[in-house]
């Protein structure tokens, strides 16, 4: 999927004796959105947007270490050793030493002719990394301008990290002429470093261009043009994280020093095995407790006492992408911790006062086949009319963000009717649920309508898979281990007049690592091209099922 975006220049950034200057370029393909104001609220503002720029380069997915020094050393001591063995005499032997050490000089030598070029190559990797950053980024942040707030969004390189900062106009002093609306703004690894140096007594303004938005020809040397080609799990994973924020959850508020613990907990430890879970631990008036696998190491929050209903158990993935939240530590008022359940996405949400830092972590971090069972966070949750949803979207774009009741008081709908329609605009990349004041917004991801058809499902046998639910044709049976962790599905799944028999087995960090069936695909692929539509099929029931 391509994304195509035009910049009046760069990001500049101007430093003049007492002040600061942070001026971001906008995409001009895009409505005319700008804004212009002073930070009022130095630090915190600092620290909230480097732990934004800490999402947008975030890539936890596996590198397997470079071993090609390894290997070449390798060999040549085998030959080397294999030369000691032969040499059978000492003349031999003694005209073999004095080769090596000649062949090692003038590798020596070699080395010290190529150290140029190896210092060449990579300042010039180093220097695509800073200045063209779309090389090795693909999605440049989106800013939105509301008449309440400002905020940005972003998304990780692997896929699994959402990052939200929203600042409210008391951030910001001597605030110009602002228009809202969303764009994307050019971002670049320099002005990640100028941001270390926000400082309290240094005033600093922070404007996105309204400049950019005069007549420009496209030979201007300061026009920019940046197409990028996204892949559509990127997308689609973005979208499900902004779907998964309006699901119901289970809430609670952690002090900023149990976040503390549990980052202190991670960074003593090292996991070299499954399962690699946070276990919550939740009882009304009892302290959230946590307890981490494999090493069974529970941290008890005494400062957080969960106040909700029911007891609960429930089991996250990935961590490690709580690191993100360090730098929050300091100017953190409190976390909102949102949990839609055992291997579903969740979300913290920081109070900085008047800025909040929402971090959305996807179900695992690897959001790979092995893992699926969350795409039906992009199912439709009730049919509404295209008339409707189109009366529902002028309604909330007219304030830009509104409580689905106050929609459905203004519009005389029913409030499921405002829902559906709010839902499927969300999945359409143009709203998003605000989990800090409980209100949606209208906010367009791209400048062209995403084709939410083709991003809904990674493949055809997702798609069959939500039919065979929604047709109430699959029935599941559970059979967890107490040894392991493990668990069992079996089942029957009725497609047209066969029955299909699957059964699958989720290891201690719920990946499926073994199937069966005795339909077509699975006889010739078995999982090598990933699981077939019935054991995805069984897989989300168990999912629905538990979550009810």
């Given at each position: 999927?391509?994304?195509?975006?035009?910049?009046?220049?760069?990001?500049?950034?101007?430093?003049?004796?007492?002040?600061?200057?942070?001026?971001?370029?906008?995409?001009?393909?895009?409505?005319?959105?700008?804004?212009?104001?002073?930070?009022?609220?130095?630090?915190?503002?600092?620290?909230?947007?480097?732990?934004?720029?800490?999402?947008?380069?975030?890539?936890?997915?596996?590198?397997?270490?470079?071993?090609?020094?390894?290997?070449?050393?390798?060999?040549?001591?085998?030959?080397?050793?294999?030369?000691?063995?032969?040499?059978?005499?000492?003349?031999?032997?003694?005209?073999?030493?004095?080769?090596?050490?000649e062949l090692t000089e003038l590798e020596k030598r070699s080395?010290?002719?190529?150290?140029?070029?190896?210092?060449?190559?990579?300042?010039?990797?180093?220097?695509?990394?800073?200045?063209?950053?779309?090389?090795?980024?693909?999605?440049?942040?989106?800013?939105?301008?509301?008449?309440?707030?400002?905020?940005?969004?972003?998304?990780?390189?692997?896929?699994?990290?959402?990052?939200?900062?929203?600042?409210?106009?008391?951030v910001f002093q001597n605030i110009g002429d602002f228009s809202?609306?969303?764009?994307?703004?050019?971002?670049?690894?320099?002005?990640?470093?100028?941001?270390?140096?926000?400082?309290?007594?240094?005033?600093?303004?922070?404007?996105?261009?309204?400049?950019?938005?005069?007549?420009?020809?496209?030979?201007?040397?300061?026009?920019?043009?940046?197409?990028?080609?996204?892949?559509?799990?990127?997308?689609?994973?973005?979208?499900?994280?902004?779907?998964?924020?309006?699901?119901?959850?289970?809430?609670?508020?952690?002090?900023?020093?149990?976040?503390?613990?549990?980052?202190?907990?991670?960074?003593?430890?090292?996991?070299?095995?499954?399962?690699?879970?946070?276990?919550?631990?939740?009882?009304?008036?009892?302290?959230?407790?946590?307890?981490?696998?494999?090493?069974?190491?529970?941290?008890?929050?005494?400062?957080?006492?969960?106040?909700?209903?029911?007891?609960?158990?429930?089991?996250?993935?990935?961590?490690?992408?709580?690191?993100?939240?360090?730098?929050?530590?300091?100017?953190?008022?409190?976390?909102?911790?949102?949990?839609?359940?055992?291997?579903?996405?969740?979300?913290?949400?920081?109070?900085?006062?008047?800025?909040?830092?929402?971090?959305?972590?996807?179900?695992?971090?690897?959001?790979?086949?092995?893992?699926?069972?969350?795409?039906?966070?992009?199912?439709?949750?009730?049919?509404?009319?295209?008339?409707?949803?189109?009366?529902?979207?002028?309604?909330?774009?007219?304030?830009?963000?509104?409580?689905?009741?106050?929609?459905?008081?203004?519009?005389?709908?029913?409030?499921?009717?405002?829902?559906?329609?709010?839902?499927?605009?969300?999945?359409?990349?143009?709203?998003?649920?605000?989990?800090?004041?409980?209100?949606?917004?209208?906010?367009?991801?791209?400048?062209?309508?995403?084709?939410?058809?083709?991003?809904?499902?990674?493949?055809?046998?997702?798609?069959?898979?939500?039919?065979?639910?929604?047709?109430?044709?699959?029935?599941?049976?559970?059979?967890?281990?107490?040894?392991?962790?493990?668990?069992?599905?079996?089942?029957?799944?009725?497609?047209?007049?066969?029955?299909?028999?699957?059964?699958?087995?989720?290891?201690?960090?719920?990946?499926?690592?073994?199937?069966?069936?005795?339909?077509?695909?699975?006889?010739?692929?078995?999982?090598?091209?990933?699981?077939?539509?019935?054991?995805?099929?069984?897989?989300?029931?168990?999912?629905?099922?538990?979550?009810?």
């Amino acid at each position: 999927m391509q994304f195509e975006y035009s910049y009046a220049g760069n990001t500049a950034v101007q430093h003049q004796g007492d002040r600061t200057q942070l001026s971001f370029a906008p995409d001009l393909k895009r409505e005319p959105t700008f804004f212009t104001g002073e930070l009022r609220q130095n630090v915190a503002f600092r620290e909230a947007i480097s732990a934004l720029h800490d999402v947008v380069v975030s890539d936890l997915r596996f590198k397997p270490k470079d071993k090609t020094a390894y290997k070449v050393w390798a060999a040549q001591q085998e030959e080397a050793d294999l030369a000691a063995i032969a040499s059978q005499r000492q003349a031999t032997a003694s005209r073999l030493k004095a080769l090596r050490e000649e062949l090692t000089e003038l590798e020596k030598r070699s080395a010290a002719r190529m150290q140029p070029f190896w210092d060449a190559r990579a300042r010039y990797f180093r220097f695509l990394y800073e200045k063209h950053r779309d090389l090795w980024f693909v999605y440049d942040p989106v800013i939105t301008i509301h008449p309440d707030e400002c905020f940005f969004e972003c998304f990780s390189q692997d896929e699994s990290t959402y990052g939200r900062l929203g600042a409210s106009y008391e951030v910001f002093q001597n605030i110009g002429d602002f228009s809202c609306g969303t764009t994307n703004i050019d971002y670049s690894e320099p002005l990640y470093d100028e941001f270390q140096k926000i400082r309290s007594y240094k005033q600093t303004r922070f404007e996105v261009d309204p400049s950019g938005f005069t007549t420009r020809t496209g030979t201007d040397a300061a026009y920019k043009e940046v197409k990028i080609d996204l892949p559509d799990s990127w997308v689609r994973g973005f979208l499900q994280v902004n779907s998964a924020m309006a699901l119901p959850a289970v809430r609670f508020t952690l002090h900023p020093m149990d976040v503390h613990n549990f980052l202190f907990v991670l960074k003593r430890h090292k996991e070299k095995k499954g399962p690699r879970s946070m276990r919550y631990k939740l009882a009304p008036g009892q302290p959230v407790k946590v307890v981490f696998e494999p090493w069974g190491t529970e941290v008890i929050c005494r400062r957080s006492v969960y106040e909700g209903e029911g007891t609960h158990d429930i089991r996250v993935w990935g961590r490690r992408r709580l690191g993100v939240l360090e730098r929050l530590l300091p100017v953190a008022r409190r976390f909102t911790v949102h949990l839609l359940g055992t291997g579903l996405p969740s979300f913290y949400v920081a109070d900085l006062g008047d800025l909040s830092f929402t971090l959305g972590l996807s179900g695992w971090t690897a959001n790979d086949w092995s893992t699926a069972g969350n795409f039906d966070l992009m199912a439709p949750r009730g049919q509404v009319d295209e008339l409707t949803r189109r009366r529902v979207f002028d309604a909330l774009k007219e304030t830009w963000s509104s409580k689905p009741e106050a929609l459905a008081s203004k519009l005389g709908l029913e409030r499921g009717t405002v829902l559906g329609a709010l839902s499927a605009w969300t999945q359409a990349g143009r709203a998003i649920w605000d989990l800090n004041k409980g209100v949606y917004r209208a906010r367009e991801l791209s400048r062209e309508p995403l084709p939410v058809d083709k991003l809904r499902f990674a493949n055809e046998r997702e798609e069959r898979a939500t039919r065979f639910l929604d047709a109430r044709a699959v029935h599941v049976r559970a059979n967890p281990s107490s040894v392991d962790g493990s668990l069992e599905l079996s089942g029957t799944v009725k497609e047209g007049e066969k029955v299909l028999r699957s059964s699958l087995r989720l290891d201690g960090d719920q990946r499926m690592v073994s199937g069966e069936c005795t339909c077509n695909f699975f006889q010739q692929n078995k999982l090598f091209r990933g699981p077939c539509e019935h054991l995805l099929a069984l897989r989300l029931q168990h999912s629905r099922v538990s979550r009810t």
